[in-house]
């Protein structure tokens, strides 16, 4: 019983609310509150303020979750490893990705490994800003952004090229920019990081690093769109070649200032800060860098 209620209470924290958990669960709200009740007497402690409004995490509450995921993880596994045997994998995992990527190579790998696992769930969650992994209990999450947050586990799945391009379309009205600075002159279309303008784009590398502010009239926190616009003609964009190389193969768009390229960006997988993660997301962060690593 003890597990079921941790279980629940993690459910309380993830889904926001004592409500939510319990539309989620199927359980009555009189339930819910009763059986949190329960563990905090359990540990004699208090694990949720709780308002009319919302409720947040004591520090023993936090303390708890990061706990938690990693003990029920651990027994959901041994379970499996009994019942199923010591290749078998079960479980849900839940997974934060950029729009891009996430529709597609996230998206594609992630068919390829319920086929092979069954017995595995995944929810896929897109986003192309800041994310609080812990908080909204994530897994995994697949970022090619700085990391802001130190305490969180980082495994490096390989670095992205970054490209300046355009539609031809573009061009042909526009003008081709032979400088960075010629930007400056252009229609840039600039992508939005939760409060952060991504408008400072970087250029070249050591001593001939420098960096353009560029404007244009689109701006939007969606990466497909950004890339929808382009093909579109509407403006210049800076993107990893995982999303658009296959647009550069194409000649849907083009490659501009190559001999002046942004310098490759980390592309990162983040892990919460526990001291182990389950099979299940170790073997899909597996498979996730494979893929990285090897895409054209």
């Known amino acids: 019983m003890l597990l079921d209620n941790i279980s629940l209470f993690l459910q309380i924290v993830e889904k926001g609310s004592l409500a939510a958990a319990s539309r989620e669960t199927g359980l009555s709200s009189t339930t819910v509150s009763e059986r949190l009740a ?8 208090v694990l949720l303020n709780r308002t009319t409004r919302a409720i947040s995490l004591t ?6 979750v990061d706990g938690a995921r990693q003990v029920l993880g651990e027994v959901e596994d041994l379970e499996t490893r009994i019942r199923l045997g010591a290749e078998s994998l ?11 990527i996430g529709r597609s190579i996230v998206a594609e790998e992630v068919d ?9 769930s995944v929810e896929l969650a897109f986003s192309d800003g800041y994310v609080d992994i812990v908080g909204e209990g994530f897994d995994l999450a697949v970022r090619s952004a700085p990391v802001t947050d130190s305490s969180l586990r980082v495994r490096i799945a390989g670095h992205t090229k970054r490209m300046i391009c355009a539609a031809p379309t573009y061009l042909r009205k526009h003008g081709t920019p032979e400088t960075p600075a010629d930007l400056a002159q252009h229609n840039c279309i600039v992508m939005r990081f939760g409060a952060e303008l991504h408008n400072a784009w ?20 969606d990466g497909v769109l950004v890339r929808q616009w382009a093909l579109s003609g509407y403006g210049i964009i800076l993107k990893a070649e995982l999303d658009i190389g296959q647009d550069i193969r194409d000649g849907t768009l083009v490659e501009l200032l190559a001999d002046q390229a942004p310098p490759p960006t980390p592309l990162q997988l983040l892990f919460p800060p526990s001291r182990a993660q389950p099979r299940r997301v170790r073997a899909l962060a597996d498979r996730l860098v494979t893929r990285f690593q090897n895409v054209g």
């Open 59 to 64: 520090d023993e509450g936090r303390a708890l």
């Open 90 to 100: 079960s479980g849900p995992i839940r997974i934060s990705a950029p729009f891009d």
């Open 202 to 221: 970087p250029f070249g590398d050591g001593a001939n690093q420098q960096t353009v502010t560029v404007r244009g009239d689109r701006v939007t926190n």
């Open 112 to 120: 390829h490994f319920l086929a092979e696992h069954p017995a595995i």
């Open 38 to 45: 329960a563990l905090e007497g359990h540990f004699g402690v």
